[in-house]
T-cell receptor, first 114, second 113 residues
Framework: ETGVTQTPRHLVMGMTNKKSLKCEQH?????MYWYKQSAKKPLELMFV???????ENNSVPSRFSPECPNSSHLFLHLHTLQPEDSALYLC?????????????FGPGTRLTVL | AQSVAQPEDQVNVAEGNPLTVKCTYS??????LFWYVQYPNRGLQFLLK??????LVKGSYGFEAEFNKSQTSFHLKKPSALVSDSALYFC???????????FGAGTRLFVKA
C-alpha cells in the first residue's frame, strides 16, 4: 500500500452505534489530520496530531474521539452520532505541521448516520 | 486572520481552451499558498504551492499558478484543458505557525468535449 489509506470506505451506522474509522499513512510523515467534508460547506479541520501529540482540536463535539497510537496510524472513534454528522471524513498527513508542507489525503470514509 | 476566497462556484470551459480558476487571499506576512484537486470519490490531491521566489509556479498535470502580491491573488491556470481535468479545485492557505490550513469553498471545473 502506498500513500494514505482509510478504512472503511463506506459506513452506515445508527445513532446509538459505536464505530471507528482508521487511517494509515505509508509516507513516513509525522503530522496527521482529520477533516470533515460536507456538501455545500468548506472543508472543516477536526483534529491535528504532530509526533503523536494532539495539537489542534477544532471545537469538535465529544462524540468524536481521536486516537493516534503512532505516527503512522490515526483513528476516529464515533459514538452516539447525529444525522448531521453524515459526511465524508478525510484523513491527511504531512511531513510535519509546518506551513510550507503540503498534505497528502486518503480517499475518505463516506459516513451515513441514520 | 488568514483567509482565502474562491469567487466562482463553477467554471465551464471547452476542451482545448485555456482555463483559469480564481483564488484571492488575505494573509499577514508572506503567504504560503496551495492548490489541491479532488476527483469524484477521492480525497484531495496536491497540485502545487507557492512558498517564495518566482511568481509563476508549475505543478502537476500541466497546471500552473500565478502569485500576484498586489492583487492578493493566486489563480490556477492551464493552457489547454482536458475533459479529465473536470474536478473540484481548492485553494488553501496555512495558518501562521502551521498545523491548521484554511481551504477555500472549492470551484467545480467542467471541461466539455
Amino acid at each position: 500500500e502506498t500513500g494514505v489509506t482509510q478504512t472503511p470506505r463506506h459506513l452506515v451506522m445508527g445513532m446509538t452505534n459505536k464505530k471507528s474509522l482508521k487511517c494509515e499513512q505509508h509516507l513516513g510523515h509525522n503530522a496527521m489530520y482529520w477533516y470533515k467534508q460536507s456538501a455545500k460547506k468548506p472543508l472543516e479541520l477536526m483534529f491535528v496530531y504532530n509526533f503523536k501529540e494532539q495539537t489542534e482540536n477544532n471545537s469538535v463535539p465529544s462524540r468524536f474521539s481521536p486516537e493516534c497510537p503512532n505516527s503512522s496510524h490515526l483513528f476516529l472513534h464515533l459514538h452516539t452520532l447525529q444525522p448531521e454528522d453524515s459526511a465524508l471524513y478525510l484523513c491527511a498527513s504531512s511531513q510535519d505541521g509546518l506551513e510550507e508542507n503540503e498534505q497528502f489525503f486518503g480517499p475518505g470514509t463516506r459516513l451515513t448516520v441514520l | 486572520a488568514q483567509s482565502v476566497a474562491q469567487p466562482e462556484d463553477q467554471v465551464n470551459v471547452a476542451e482545448g481552451n485555456p482555463l483559469t480558476v480564481k483564488c484571492t487571499y488575505s494573509v499577514s506576512g508572506n503567504p504560503y499558498l496551495f492548490w489541491y484537486v479532488q476527483y469524484p470519490n477521492r480525497g484531495l490531491q496536491f497540485l502545487l504551492k507557492y512558498i517564495t521566489g518566482d511568481n509563476l509556479v508549475k505543478g502537476s498535470y500541466g497546471f500552473e499558478a500565478e502569485f500576484n502580491k498586489s492583487q492578493t491573488s493566486f489563480h490556477l491556470k492551464k493552457p489547454s484543458a482536458l475533459v479529465s481535468d473536470s474536478a473540484l479545485y481548492f485553494c488553501a492557505v496555512p495558518y501562521t505557525g502551521g498545523f491548521k490550513t484554511i481551504f477555500g469553498a472549492g470551484t467545480r471545473l467542467f471541461v466539455k468535449a
